[in-house]
């Protein structure tokens, strides 16, 4: 049966990775105090996040937080103010244990090796956070690193490296908007190989503009040949207000089968496929963390950063456009109080359970049942359209487990929106796109 008529959409309606989205989040009836936010939580194994809301280039694809215009002067005040935040958010949560971290963007290696110093410094000393004996994953693109960046990187404690390649064919990366080239990407490869960064993982886009079968195998091979612990492949969203939106280019209806081409290829290559986007080869190491997605808090610090508790996500105002973006960004570098929770979203029990649900369905290994039922209850009871998955053949049920089927993984992403309640759905579908 075509799982298109359970979805009422094909299988890329939107990609959850995260719940609720933050165009869900909205003013906070009362601005909370973040001793508030906090009061009565587990701080024992957080996770803690920087957001480096600068990039070299606006690729036409990405509707991330982030600004190509960052002057010295701006760039120099984010640091301060990023310093400022963590300062405040520390004197609120002394006892904080932060057990594993990223450092996100935009691009921070987009950073000199000073402003990469200083976000360390943010994350070590004013954080508190153990560099060096915890995992932390820091995002990069092509242009931005260089082998003394890398060395950088890993000195500094870092354990994984993500470097967006999205395509090693220079056509393709070119439409859409990144000026990487061949010889770029090779050398961003070299630098983080040469630092022996523990985790070094490849980010790969299928459903690009001329792309074919031939040539995602082809950039799926290049990728293989640095033999990267980690390769994630991202199936194209045009999402609204960035330049593929703009021009009017429409996703292809490929992807399903370009996905099947990739997965099939990487593990046959011995990967170990652990969602739909993740694939973890055999010689990566092990991670060792005592931090649970589900139950577990995370501290964002940065405009664009999210922020949460078991009750309350918070975050900036969600902004794609280069204005509303600056705007938000510039509004973050003047607040007094950079701590101020005002935008957000509260979650009820329901909302609990289906952020829950999702992360743990959407993974290859499954939902713990039992886990869920003793937080929420029967997971059948509370959700029954699950039962439809498993008619549908895209899920099944197990000891102590729901897990996707094969089928199941490759629709991750109609699976996800439509688990949204419709709350948060009439409140996605409500925001105005700035
Ligand atoms: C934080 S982003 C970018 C990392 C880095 N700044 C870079 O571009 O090289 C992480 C990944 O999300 C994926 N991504 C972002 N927007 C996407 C979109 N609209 N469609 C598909 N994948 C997307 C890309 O593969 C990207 O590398
Ligand atoms: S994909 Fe990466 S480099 Fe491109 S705009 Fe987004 S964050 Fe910046």
Request: net charge negative; proline share 6%; glycine share 10%.
């Amino acid at each position: 049966m075509d799982p298109s008529a359970l979805f009422g959409t094909g299988p890329y309606a939107g990609y959850a990775y995260a719940y609720p989205h933050k165009t869900a989040y909205r003013a906070l009836e009362l601005a909370l105090a973040l001793e508030d936010v906090w009061a009565g939580e587990d701080t024992s194994s957080l996770f803690l996040y920087a957001h480096v809301p600068f990039c070299f280039q606006r690729c036409s694809f990405c509707n991330l937080f982030t600004t190509v215009r960052g002057a010295p002067e701006r760039q120099e005040r984010y640091l301060q103010q990023l310093a400022r935040q963590a300062t405040r958010v520390r004197e609120v949560l002394p006892d904080a244990r932060f057990v594993t971290g990223a450092v996100g963007g935009g691009t921070p290696t987009w950073l000199d090796e000073g402003g990469l110093d200083r976000v360390f410094d943010v994350l070590g000393h004013t954080m508190g956070a153990p560099l060096g004996s915890m995992p932390l994953s820091v995002e990069c693109s092509p242009e931005t690193v260089t082998p003394g960046k890398a060395d950088l990187l890993v000195r500094r404690g870092t354990t994984r490296a993500s470097l967006g390649v999205q395509s090693f064919v220079d056509s393709e990366a070119r439409a859409m908007g990144r000026t990487q080239r061949g010889m770029t990407v090779q050398t961003a490869l070299e630098a983080l190989r040469a630092s022996r960064v523990p985790t070094l993982n490849i980010d790969l886009i299928y459903g690009l503009a001329g792309q074919t079968p031939a040539t995602w195998v082809d950039s799926l091979t290049a990728a293989l040949e640095w033999r990267p612990e980690e390769i994630f492949l991202y199936p194209l969203f045009v999402r609204p207000l960035t330049g593929l939106d703009r021009r009017g280019h429409d996703a292809p209806d490929d992807r399903l089968e370009l996905y099947r081409i990739g997965r099939d290829l990487l593990v046959s290559c011995g990967y170990e496929q652990t969602s739909m986007r993740m694939f973890r080869a055999p010689w990566a190491p092990v991670v060792h963390t005592p931090y649970k997605c589900q139950a577990d808090g995370m501290v964002g610090l940065g405009p664009g950063a999210r922020s949460y508790t078991r009750r309350v996500h918070h975050a900036t105002r969600f902004a794609v456009g280069g204005g509303a973006v600056l705007d938000e960004l510039d509004a973050w570098l003047d607040r007094d109080d950079p701590t101020r929770v005002d935008w957000g979203f509260v979650l009820d029990l329901d909302e609990r359970a289906r952020r829950y649900l999702l992360q743990g369905l959407l993974q290859a290994e499954g939902l713990d049942t039992v886990a869920f039922a003793e937080a929420f209850g029967d997971v059948r009871e509370r959700f029954p359209q699950l039962g439809g998955l498993v008619e549908h053949g895209l899920a099944e049920e197990l000891p102590g487990r729901l897990r996707l089927t094969a089928e199941g993984l490759a629709w991750s992403d109609a699976i996800g929106p439509w688990l949204y309640s419709d709350a948060v759905k009439a409140r996605m579908d409500a925001w105005e796109l700035r």
